[in-house]
């Protein structure tokens, strides 16, 4: 069984799926009323800072068997590797110098260096050994952050490259049969408090072996002046995964088995901070707000957390066109003119030049396009409007459920569309592009499948 830590707003539904559970927060043995061991894990999962899903990082066999069971929960579940992967060590090259940092090509990706993180001043084309610090989600915005500091990063401690000694730390650690590689030190995590000599042995004997495995690449390896771009070390495995609307709901359902869950609990919660310490609050003093009936869509207060949290009629929101690779489109900001019942309806102003995909209809300055979202549904369509009103063309858009959160609606498109064009002729396009994801492996074919069932049914409707 693989030893998992979990953290984050998905935590009880994943603690409730993973077999062994390990490092477990108060919160957590609270709630399941079980007490679960220290040991380090062999695969740490964490909610990204969006709250759109998690991060899995750790041994490789470990990654994929808990990305592979995450990926299981639902057909709108996507997992993908991680470019620059958590801890990864390489001789980069900075390809340009902003206000606060420095952007480092890494040869498999960029990262972002923080000044704060150098002891010297750097200019674009310096070449430097970095380590990846904190990863970003491959539909991130922001890029990983980088440190010219290397440590070796565990639960319960870091090996710590250059530095003398150690920091803090439980009792234990001063009889511990192993000691850490030369020229490491040692900081100790507040967790190593609760855990047992042999949980403390095996956590500085794991991470001496991969501080000696990179002493050993750097001994073999030539400068970063020399080498950049290249790669000393690929760091630990990481894994992405994005949760759709059904994953959400699925994760409801495991939570729901463990303690009091609203229906929409997990949806709610990936909308804002405030809106997950809301929730929080609701089951606290309410108990269970499920009426006994399962957590359908039907059961998802969407008016109310709309009304709470957003957005409101004239707010503006991104739509963040998400793509089965990982890639995040944003075809945002957007006007919401109109919120009725589950449905927002959003309008861009469209710049002239180029043509509207598949409509073959030039783009003009004035063209208004509006959007109709509705919460859940697996399409959407986008009217395209000249400045005098004239309809320009319609195009549905086929994607996993929508979510309508605050500042952004979130999706995936699934590559095949239905238009209908002025002359009012419906065609449906892009089939090939669907065919050849799932060829790659980036789309499943059971959502495949409901992805050409939706097309269908658009197209009959047109």
């Known amino acids: 069984m693989t ?6 707003i998905y935590a009880t539904a994943l603690t409730a799926t993973f077999e062994r559970v390990v ?4 919160v957590i043995r609270e709630r399941f009323e079980e007490t679960f061991p220290a040991d380090p ?3 740490s999962v964490k909610t990204t800072a969006d709250r759109q899903g998690v991060g899995v990082h750790g041994e490789q066999s470990a990654v994929d068997t808990v990305g592979d069971e995450l990926g299981d929960l639902s057909r709108d ?3 993908w590797p991680a470019d620059l992967p958590r801890g990864g060590v390489y001789a980069g090259e900075v390809s340009e110098t902003l206000g606060s940092g420095a952007l480092v090509d890494c040869g498999e990706g960029t990262g972002f260096l923080p000044y704060s993180k150098t002891a010297g001043h750097v200019d674009e084309g310096d070449r430097l050994r970095v380590q990846v610090r904190e990863p970003r989600p491959c539909w991130a915005d922001s890029r990983p952050v980088l440190d010219t500091t290397v440590r070796m990063q565990g639960s319960l401690a870091d090996l710590v490259r250059g530095k003398r000694g150690g920091r803090g730390g439980p009792e234990l650690a001063e009889i511990l049969p192993v000691d850490p590689p030369d020229g490491w030190g040692v900081d100790w995590a507040p967790a190593a408090d609760d855990a047992g000599l042999d949980a403390l042995g095996e956590t500085l004997e794991s991470l001496g072996e991969r501080a000696g495995s990179l002493d050993a690449a750097f001994d073999d390896a030539p400068a970063p002046g020399d080498a950049a771009p290249h790669t000393y070390w690929a760091g630990e495995a990481t894994r992405w995964v994005w949760f759709g609307r059904e994953a959400r709901f699925a994760l409801d359902e495991r939570r729901r088995a463990v303690v009091p869950t609203m229906p929409g609990h997990h949806r709610t919660k990936a909308a804002t901070g405030a809106a997950s310490t809301a929730v929080d609050f609701v089951e606290a003093v309410c108990g269970d707000l499920s009426g006994g009936e399962s957590d359908s869509d039907d059961a998802f207060p969407f008016a109310a957390v709309v009304g709470q949290f957003g957005p409101e009629q004239g707010d503006s929101v991104g739509i963040g066109h998400g793509k089965p690779d990982g890639r995040r489109i944003d075809l945002g900001p957007a006007a919401v003119t109109d919120i009725d019942g589950e449905t927002v309806t959003v309008e861009r102003k469209i710049s002239g030049g180029g043509t509207y995909d598949a409509l073959g209809v030039p783009k003009q300055d004035g063209d208004v396009a509006t959007t109709k ?3 859940g549904r697996w399409w959407y369509p986008t009217v395209y409007r000249g400045e005098d009103g004239e309809r320009r063309g319609t195009y549905v858009n086929v994607c996993t459920p929508v ?9 995936v498109d699934l590559h095949v569309d239905v238009v209908r064009r002025p002359d ?17 492996g980036l789309v499943a074919e059971p959502l495949a499948k409901k992805a050409r069932s939706v097309a269908a049914a658009v197209e009959r409707a047109l």
Request: no cysteine.
């Open 77 to 79: 579940t996507f997992a």
């Open 373 to 375: 979202l509705r919460e």
């Open 403 to 411: 979510e309508v959160f605050p500042d952004e609606v979130r999706y």
């Open 23 to 26: 490092q477990a927060s108060q």
């Open 424 to 440: 009012g002729t419906v065609e449906r396009v892009d089939d090939d592009e669907l065919d050849a994801a799932v060829k790659a």
């Open 3 to 8: 030893r998992v830590r979990v953290r984050g």
């Open 41 to 43: 894990p062999a695969a």
